[in-house]
């Protein structure tokens, strides 16, 4: 008897333990369900669509200064970096072969002049006594086709010291623009030979506080830039500084590397301090779409989308229309037909449909709310525990 009543006891013991047990699992379970919706509120906002590339800094105009003829250089007048002025003298080639073919050519023409003024003699008279009937005709022929003869051989000589004359005015080397010397190729008693090609003796760059940047940007980004819009750049010279300018020009031919298609891009560059030098590479940005201060909201608000499993008890009322928000009215989730513009992936701009100010649902949270600071927490039972009061 006394052992049916303690199976008894023991049967009713576990069963209350196991509904405590469900109604703590219950409990623990609804806290968890508690809902937390995160919103933000319309609001003003710059948004900026960009294209991102590599140049090369250049100078707007640079000029390279070669020679015509071959010879020996004799004197250099600049360096790197010197300052020049159109025509002025900044190198001379040996002249002493030049000024040899032009005094040949000079003592040339001086040969035809005299054979020229012979012959035009020796015509004249032929072409009188042929006209009184004095000399026969092959004889009148002969003397005017040496006369024109000695003639053409005059203007050849005189075209001889013409280009003597030049080829030695191109001995001494002048500058074509004003400008800075970037880079200087040869030196005194170094031989130059202009047979094929001219050689390269100087670059000049004609102003070096207005430079350029030439940048190759990507096929799948080009159809977007366009002359006009912002760019701004840096460069590894000066990593805390930003320069700015704006694109000048897009180019049409098209470069392939690597099977990798790009255009060139030529972006003003001013450079009233002299910081960005020929040469440095150039991280650029430009900004192809730009809307500041216009209204908008996160873009994750576009692609949320409440269930019914997800808002618990809150009714959803959703609407027509391509694009919609959603807000919180009460123990409802209303959806809010919008209007958009331009994104740059993190905000969208609205063109109709909220005014700013309007709070919208951007995400919804699920989880245990935290705890208040007077709960009792668990311990550790290897903590230290306070200091006993001995009274």
Not at 75 to 95: F, P, T
Not at 162 to 186: E, R
Not at 361 to 387: L, M, Q
């Amino acid at each position: 008897m006394n052992t049916k009543k303690l199976s008894k006891v023991w049967y009713i013991a576990i069963a209350l333990l196991v509904l405590a047990l469900v109604a703590w699992l219950l409990s623990d379970s609804k806290k968890k369900e508690e809902l937390s919706f995160e919103t933000a509120k319309a609001a003003p906002a710059d948004i900026q669509n960009s294209v991102t590339a590599t140049g090369t800094i250049e100078p707007v105009t640079s000029v390279t200064v070669g020679t015509q003829v071959s010879g020996i250089v004799s004197h250099l007048y600049v360096d790197y970096n010197s300052i020049v002025k159109k025509g002025q003298v900044i190198a001379e080639l040996d002249k002493t072969n030049l000024t040899s073919e032009l005094n040949t050519a000079k003592a040339n023409l001086a040969s035809f002049q005299s054979a020229y003024n012979y012959q035009e003699a020796n015509y004249k008279r032929y072409k009188a006594l042929f006209d009184k009937g004095l000399v026969c005709a092959d004889d009148y022929e002969s003397a005017m086709l040496s006369y024109r003869q000695a003639k053409e051989q005059l203007a050849t000589a005189r075209e001889s010291v013409k280009k003597a004359q030049t080829n030695l005015g191109y001995a001494t080397i002048t500058s074509p623009i004003d400008g800075v010397v970037l880079s200087k190729s040869v030196e005194e008693g170094q031989t130059v030979a202009a047979s094929f090609s001219t050689p390269e003796l100087f670059i000049i760059a004609q102003d070096l506080t207005n430079m350029q940047v030439v940048a190759a940007v990507d096929e799948a980004d080009i159809g977007e830039v366009r002359e006009g819009e912002r760019v701004t750049f840096t460069v590894d010279a000066y990593p805390n500084d930003q320069f700015e300018g704006e694109v000048k020009q897009v180019r049409q031919e098209a470069t392939t590397t690597n099977n990798v298609v790009t255009y060139e891009v030529v972006i003003s560059a001013p450079n009233a301090d002299l910081k960005l030098k020929p040469g440095l590479t150039a991280n650029v940005t430009i900004y192809t779409q730009e809307n500041n201060g216009v209204l908008s909201v996160p873009s994750k608000a576009l692609r949320f989308t409440p269930e019914k499993e997800t808002v618990g008890k809150y009714k959803i009322v959703d609407c027509k229309g391509k694009n919609k928000v959603w807000a919180l009215d009460g123990d409802r989730v209303v959806a809010i037909p919008v209007s958009i513009g331009m994104s740059d992936g993190t905000h969208t701009q609205i063109l109709k449909g909220i005014e700013a100010g309007k709070e919208i649902i951007v995400n919804i949270r699920t989880g245990e709310p935290e705890a208040e600071d007077n709960t009792i927490k668990e311990k550790s039972p290897f903590a230290p525990g306070p200091p006993s009061k001995k009274k």
